[in-house]
């Protein structure tokens, strides 16, 4: 067997709940016209954050999130592929930016 997970908007539950999805959809904007156009801005707002929670399902979570390296709070979150270069850039432009933060502060 296939250790592939597949994914649930393509399961028997999925397709109905899609189906269910549609078909309320349908009779909203049918029968309730007006009252749902008064609200469709803030269904676009609402849905940048739905479209952020769906889309991020199929490239195998975050993984690389949540591990520090070692050196102290300062020291960023890396992933297993950034470079020693990167890593350089990055640490001076924290120092840059704690140096400017520092000198407003006096």
């Excluded at 109905?16 to 999805?21: D, E, H, N």
């Excluded at 016209?33 to 195998?60: N, S």
């Excluded at 890396?78 to 470079?83: A, P």
């Excluded at 020693?84 to 502060?105: I, N, P, S």
Aim: proline share 4%; charged share 15%; glycine share 16%.
């Amino acid at each position: 067997m296939s250790n592939e997970k597949s994914s649930f908007w393509w399961s028997p539950k999925g397709l109905a709940a899609l189906g269910l999805i549609g078909a309320v959809s349908y009779f909203l904007l049918m029968e309730h016209r007006q009252h749902v156009f008064v609200f469709l801005p803030f269904l676009i707002i609402l849905l940048c954050p739905l479209m952020h929670i769906f889309m991020h399902g199929g490239h195998g979570g975050h993984g690389g999130h949540g591990g520090h390296e070692q050196g102290g709070a300062d020291t960023p979150k890396t992933m297993s592929g950034d470079s020693a270069a990167e890593r350089a850039a990055y640490q001076r432009g924290l120092d840059t930016g704690k140096r400017q933060t520092d000198h407003h502060q006096h």
